[in-house]
């Protein structure tokens, strides 16, 4: 995995984001991302981590193209079908309570005109992968916030994106729960090999899930730094017990440290 | 084997405290039915009694038994009839017409910022005016046809479903509409499976406020108006001074705005499966 930011991209990247900058205007400018350069490498698994406020989520929207870059460039080289090339998975309220969890994993192919017979039997694969056979039928409002956020999941896969962008995809859940639908990920993405990136403010989260994680500052958010991830595939829990997992966690947390402190200072 | 019948005693106490759970349920449904049923009940007995000795004025406050023997008279006779005919035309007519053309209009205000611009401030000022008020102007437009009464209840209809068709599709939540957005849903998409149902539930209270509303207006304008309709019917009582006719007439109004309110609410309940399955059954919830 490169771990050094490159300007120029590889065939094998699938984002390239060079020298980004985000300013949102309103009554006081809010400067929240400041001279980003990025690669990311097809089929690689990246975690942002950043204290709160640091722009994380804005970089993965500009990414996903939800959001535009004031100043620099985000080249998307991924192959452009008639799915869109990122599906998108949001911390909560993603879903659409008005649809059962069937159409609403089938949401994403539906919008990209897929047949009905073809996006529901996508759709009733990836709701098997994520454990909501059964529920096909049910409406969000009577599942757990656990299963809701599988609708979610299920919904970025049956989509068929080469990316996955997923904003603190965890974050509302439990901790148990929490730890089984990360190890949930790491099998579905394993099987997949997708380009992910995935915003998440912990750090276990992060080494458990990542090939690399983005350590960034806090507001204007810049890459602080790009560590690659040591532990092998198939990955699970259990790396958390392993010496080099304490030593990572150690070293990011110092990194992360002081930006937190300098993001506290300014709220 | 003590195993077992430990097991055994902890099944049937599980099943116990099930089944007193149930029957308290089923108690506590019983008991309001019988609550909500028994309140009318009493006081129409009470107003019985005090009508027959003399408490109240039997010739204002007719006896309830009074009311009933006038009503079945007016059955059968045909005269009632003519009256729910005339009413239930205008209200259905008024209320079509109301709510079709407020929900088009506020949906579109909703989507298209231009048309919210241009009408918004209008609308709002005229929803403050009394819509009883402008009758005058429609009976010196259309003269005394049924034009003037059905637009009455169509004006009033649509400005209580407009108001609530746009606050509808200005309130989702914008992280609805960013999910929406990162799938793709553009144009007719977007509206069919994010705008429209994120409005319905709105567009549903819009729906039954305006119900009750096109009731209050159809008979406000029969009064005046009409000689026929169910306002006709209780001004035309009081002048000849005939409580009893007044009395069906007010209990069949009443009736007839219930019936329309039930309906928008099957209606409801039909358009909004989303809302009405049952989820788990919360203790907080319904106490």
Request: charged share 20%; glycine share 8%; proline share 5%.
């Amino acid at each position: 995995m490169t771990s050094a930011p490159t300007r120029t991209g590889t065939s094998t990247d699938a984002f390239v984001v060079t020298g980004v900058s985000k300013i949102f205007v309103g009554k006081t400018p809010v400067h929240a991302l400041a001279d980003i350069d990025l690669s990311l490498q097809t089929g690689s698994f990246t975690c942002i981590v950043g204290p709160s406020g640091c722009g994380k989520s804005t970089l993965l929207r500009i990414l996903g193209d939800l959001e535009t870059a004031t100043v620099g460039e985000v080249r998307n080289l991924l192959p452009e079908g008639r799915v869109p090339r990122s599906a998108f998975v949001f911390q909560e309220h993603g879903v659409f309570p008005w649809f059962t969890v069937l159409q609403n994993v089938a949401f994403g192919e539906q919008m990209a005109s897929v047949g009905k017979r073809e996006r529901e039997e996508h759709a009733r694969h990836w709701i098997g992968e994520v454990g909501l056979t059964g529920f096909e039928n049910a409406y969000p409002h009577q599942l757990s916030g656990g299963m809701r956020q599988r609708i979610a999941i299920a919904r970025a896969f049956a989509t068929g994106s080469p990316s996955l962008l997923m904003d603190e995809p965890l974050g509302a859940l439990d901790a148990q729960t929490r730890i089984l639908m990360q190890e949930q990920l790491v099998t579905l993405w394993e099987a997949e090999r997708k380009t992910v990136v995935l915003v998440t403010h912990s750090i276990e989260e992060a080494l458990l899930l990542g090939d690399q994680i983005v350590v960034m500052s806090a507001r204007p958010g810049r890459v602080k730094e790009i560590l690659d991830v040591p532990f092998g595939r198939p990955r699970s829990v259990e790396v958390e017990t392993e010496p080099e997992f304490t030593r990572m966690r150690q070293e990011i947390w110092e990194s992360l440290r002081d930006e937190v402190q300098a993001s506290m200072r300014f709220s | 084997m003590t195993t077992e019948v430990v097991r055994d005693v902890q099944r049937t106490d599980v099943e116990q405290a099930v089944e007193r759970e149930y029957r308290r349920h089923r108690r506590l449904q019983v008991r309001d039915l019988v609550l909500a049923v028994a309140t009318p009940v009493l006081l129409l007995l009470l107003w019985e009694v005090a009508a027959l000795t003399g408490m109240l004025d039997a010739r204002l406050f007719t006896p309830p038994s009074e009311i009933v023997v006038r009503g079945w008279e007016m059955i059968v006779g045909g005269e009632l009839w003519v009256h729910v005919g005339a009413t239930v035309a205008r209200l259905a007519a008024g209320f079509l017409l109301g709510s079709a053309v407020g929900i088009a209009v506020g949906l579109l205000m909703g989507v298209w910022r231009p048309v919210r611009a241009a009408l918004g401030p209008t609308f709002t000022a005229l929803y403050a005016l009394p819509k009883i008020a402008i009758l005058p102007l429609l009976l010196l437009i259309f003269g005394l046809t049924e034009t003037p009464k059905v637009l009455s209840v169509a004006i009033s209809v649509f400005f209580v479903v407009q108001i609530n068709t746009l606050a509808g599709i200005v309130q989702i939540d914008g992280r609805i509409l960013e999910a929406a957005r990162a799938y793709r849903a553009t144009g007719w998409k977007l509206f069919r499976n994010v705008l429209l149902p994120a409005a319905t539930p709105a567009i549903m209270t819009g729906l039954r406020v305006s119900a009750g509303m096109a009731v209050i207006v159809v008979t406000a304008v029969e009064f005046v108006a009409s000689n026929n309709g169910l306002g006709y019917l209780i001004w035309n009582s009081w002048q000849l001074f005939q409580p009893q006719t007044m009395f069906v007439g007010l209990i069949t109004v009443s009736l007839i705005g219930a019936l329309i309110t039930g309906l928008v609410i099957v209606l409801e309940r039909a358009l909004l499966p989303w809302r009405h399955s049952g989820g788990p059954r919360r203790k907080g919830k319904n106490p």
